[in-house]
């Protein structure tokens, strides 16, 4: 049963900006590590984010791939993870999934990670 709801996703320009959310209305996402990952048709899911639990004091961790164009934060009140993405490439195209963690410090791969939601699409293209 998918806890975690993914949204946000949506075609846009490159260059562009979007905002992706992730939540649940089954349990607290603070007090878990929360990641982003994302996986384009034909390649393997690939670790882009992650912030660690309120514990953990929200550490975050960036992939390489998307450092400096992406910031993940957290809105307890909302019981949301966000992640700002600027500065799109058509090569961002992808399906974009959260999941739960309740290892610290949280990683970019996907083994420790459970609950994955259903994913929200980012299309860049013009």
């Known amino acids: 049963q998918l806890q975690l709801v993914e949204s946000g996703g949506g075609l846009v320009q490159p260059g562009g900006s979007l905002r992706l959310s992730c939540n649940s209305s089954e349990f607290t996402l603070e007090h878990y590590g929360i990641g982003w990952f994302r996986q384009a048709p034909g390649k393997e899911r690939e670790g882009i984010s992650c912030i660690n639990s309120k514990i953990g004091n929200d550490k975050t961790t960036y992939a390489d791939s998307m450092k400096g164009r992406v910031t993940i934060s957290r809105d307890s009140a909302q019981n949301t993870v966000y992640l700002q993405m600027n500065n799109l490439k058509p090569e961002d195209t992808a399906r974009y999934y959260c999941?739960?963690?309740?290892?610290?410090?949280?990683?970019?791969?996907?083994?420790?990670?459970?609950?994955w939601g259903q994913g929200t699409q980012v299309t860049v293209s013009s």
């Open positions: 999941a739960r963690t309740i290892f610290s410090p949280c990683g970019l791969r996907t083994r420790g990670y459970d609950d």
